[in-house]
């Protein structure tokens, strides 16, 4: 038992040091690994896994709205970057830059990737002639570069995978229609997928993307109480067309600029996932999500005909569509039990000599370790009702943490006092003016997360200067 007891052990308690209990949750369950590059990370096959099945979910929903996938340069010239000039100013700080090809200087630099708006309008500027070329929707999976002082696995590296999405319309109305659907299609993926429930709302100004006429995002609330960032969605409208030269002949032959839009979500949902719904003995993953959802574990596996049974069991529910593998090492079953509560699988399933005789096998629930005694006859069916259940109660319970962790404050004492005492998300009114944004955020370090679509009247003025109110807003500290 003492070795059964060393793998949890090993993990901070979270209530103790919740960043140490990220990084130890990170590493033992084995995600990821450093590398010898400073800043960035190797995705090891169990962290890489989550990652190819919120690629393949997140790709169908975009191919459900008639996005098609393309491939752009990691490379993009200095002189082309800097057509956009609000847009290269944004991104300036953290650009790497190349300045040798093999030993012979380039007459140009050329910036690694930081986002990819600059070669999509290129790209659009030639592609894009006539309003039957339009409208161009395109997303592109691939990796970005952004030199980051500050580094933690999966939330911020200087290297890191995601996707982006890059449409060009003939209206300002169809720009817009199609930056609020992709940030509700993120919504829906985080909640209906991750089991993680997120506001819907604006950026301000001082908060939105460079270049952009307005940004949408999701944001989610962790078990620490700090904001996540999980989805943003801009609208450029024609500002990067008039920079590009992009444009089109309409049905009337007159000449117009595109409309365009950006959007994307990054490998920090892995991070998501595992400071929403992970507890002090490793990950709980949501079963939608999960790269292994059962692991059948074979008890006295030595016993003749124990382990043929658990290969029997697991080849019956991989037919039914289950993500199955059985534990046949030749650790203890406590080990294995840990192992699993580690890696967060979402069930396991125990069977013995004595369970295998009475036809039946423990399921084991990894959120709330509810055990339940069915027949293996049934064993598949009961399992999809457990994992169906399992994902329902993960997103309300991350529903209910986050609401219980919500904070209304009216003035700026009220406002302070929470930011000290009660991590979370505060929700206050705000008179418009960025002076306000910078104030709260030097004072207290929490920031503006987002106007949130659905708009109440809590209070008739703004909760750091006192003056008139315009809008609801959602603060909070942020990683």
Not at 65 to 76: A, D, L
Not at 181 to 188: E, F, H, I, V, W
Not at 288 to 296: E, L, R
Request: with cysteine; net charge negative; hydrophobic share 35%.
């Amino acid at each position: 038992m003492a070795k059964d007891k060393k793998l949890v052990e090993a993990i901070t308690s979270m209530e103790v040091d919740f960043a140490q209990w990220y990084t130890d949750v990170v590493k033992k369950a084995e995600l990821m690994g450093y590398s010898s590059v400073k800043g960035c990370m190797i995705f090891k096959p169990a962290g890489y896994a989550i990652w190819e099945n919120i690629q393949r979910e997140l790709d169908r929903r975009f191919k459900e709205t008639g996005v098609e996938n393309v491939y752009m340069p990691m490379f993009i010239p200095e002189s082309l970057l800097e057509r956009e000039k609000e847009h290269v100013e944004g991104f300036a700080p953290e650009v790497a830059w190349v300045t040798h090809g093999g030993l012979s200087p380039l007459q140009e630099r050329l910036c690694v990737r930081p986002t990819s708006e600059t070669l999509f309008c290129d790209f659009y500027k030639d592609e894009i002639q006539s309003y039957r070329d339009l409208p161009k929707l395109y997303n592109q999976w691939c990796s970005v570069v952004r030199w980051e002082k500050e580094t933690r696995p999966f939330l911020r590296s200087r290297e890191f995978l995601w996707q982006e999405g890059h449409t060009a319309h003939a209206t300002a109305e169809e720009a817009e229609e199609r930056t609020q659907q992709m940030l509700n299609l993120y919504a829906d993926f985080c909640e209906e997928v991750l089991a993680i429930p997120v506001i819907r709302g604006r950026k301000t100004d001082k908060e939105k993307f460079a270049g952009a006429e307005a940004t949408y995002t999701i944001e989610a609330l962790m078990h620490d109480g700090k904001a996540l960032q999980s989805g943003t969605s801009h609208n450029f409208g024609d500002g990067f067309a008039k920079a590009f030269e992009i444009q089109y002949t309409d049905k009337d032959n007159r000449l117009k600029y595109v409309y365009q839009t950006s959007w994307g979500m990054t490998t920090r949902l892995i991070g998501a996932i595992i400071m929403v719904h992970g507890d002090d003995s490793g990950l709980v993953l949501p079963p939608m999500i999960a790269p292994v959802q059962v692991d059948v574990i074979p008890i006295m596996q030595t016993k003749e005909g124990v382990l043929d049974k658990a290969y029997e069991v697991a080849d019956t529910l991989k037919k039914t569509g289950l993500r199955v593998k059985v534990d046949d090492s030749d650790k203890s079953p406590g080990w294995k039990f840990s192992e699993q509560e580690m890696r967060g699988i979402p069930v396991r399933v125990e069977m013995g000599p004595r369970d295998i005789e009475a036809n039946q096998a423990i399921i084991v629930r990894r959120d709330t370790r509810e055990k339940i005694t069915v027949s293996i006859d049934d064993l598949d069916t009961a399992i999809q009702e457990v994992l169906a259940t399992m994902q329902k109660e993960m997103l309300e319970r991350a529903r209910a943490h986050r609401d219980a962790h919500t904070y209304d404050a009216h003035n700026y004492e009220e406002f302070k006092d929470i930011v000290t005492n009660k991590p979370g998300f505060i929700r206050g009114m705000w008179c418009g003016d960025e002076a306000c944004e910078n104030k709260i955020k030097e004072e207290t370090t929490a920031t503006s997360r987002c106007m949130p679509f659905e708009q109440e009247k809590i209070s008739d003025v703004c909760v750091c200067c006192g003056k008139p109110a315009k809008k609801l807003v959602y603060w909070g500290k942020a990683y």
